[in-house]
């Protein structure tokens, strides 16, 4: 089975810094995706860990403990239009699971 | 790129009506397709997985009668929700895999928005 935990919802300041955490026990692991999802909206691909480590993309990392099964999206300088979901998903073989979903509330 | 398209945005029909759902590869050939169902507040659950040219493979639980996938081009695949009732009204999001990309990232479509009267 598929278990993909990450917080419901977390609430931040304009400029602040906010990680988003991900622990997952699936039955295989081929890579880690995050997604952003606006309400009402399709995700949009944000990130793809595959190997342990941080990968960094602007103002946007994503890090992966393959060993802890967790991974963690790091948000930096916030600004109010990242207020949205964001998405934990595993691949396994080529299909994903998602987690629930982490919904972000930027504050000014 | 690896832009994805569905048709239409938003449907309203009345029960025991069938509904298409079309989803388009605009800019890439996609041999694999994946639909996908999301009610409020849930994450997205997989309905089954397209692929060119043969039938589709659903996850477990979803009616594969009820569920119409058809495929039949590299840049299109239709779901088409056949006698629907108000509790199949969500919002159902197409995926689509960029052939011949290493690290298979799905890109999403806009997503339908489904109301069953």
């Known amino acids: 089975g598929q278990n993909i935990d990450q917080p419901t919802e977390m609430t931040a300041t304009e400029g602040a810094i906010v990680q988003i955490n991900c622990t997952y026990q699936t039955s295989g692991f081929n890579g880690l995706f995050w997604y952003q999802q606006h309400a009402g909206e399709a995700p949009t691909f944000l990130s793809y860990n595959v190997l342990d480590g941080l990968e960094e993309k602007g103002r946007f990392s994503s890090f992966l403990s393959r060993s802890k099964g967790y991974s963690y999206l790091l948000l930096k300088e916030l600004q109010m239009k990242d207020s949205a979901s964001y998405l934990c998903a595993v691949r396994n073989d080529y299909k994903l699971s998602f987690g629930a979903g982490t919904t972000v509330t930027v504050r000014a | 790129g690896a832009v994805v398209s569905q048709h239409p945005s938003r449907v309203i029909c009345k029960s025991g009506t069938s509904v298409k759902i079309e989803c388009r590869s605009l800019?890439?050939?996609?041999?694999?397709m994946f639909w996908y169902r999301q009610f409020p507040k849930q994450s997205l659950m997989l309905m089954a997985t397209s692929n060119e040219g043969s039938k589709a493979t659903y996850e477990q639980g979803v009616e594969k009668d009820k569920f119409l996938i058809n495929h039949a081009s590299l840049t299109l695949s239709t779901l088409t929700v056949t006698s629907a009732h108000p509790e199949d009204s969500s919002f159902y999001i197409c995926s689509a895999i960029v052939a011949g990309e290493n690290t298979d990232t799905q890109y999403f479509g806009p997503g339908t928005r489904l109301t069953v009267l």
């Open positions: 800019d890439f050939q996609a041999t694999t």
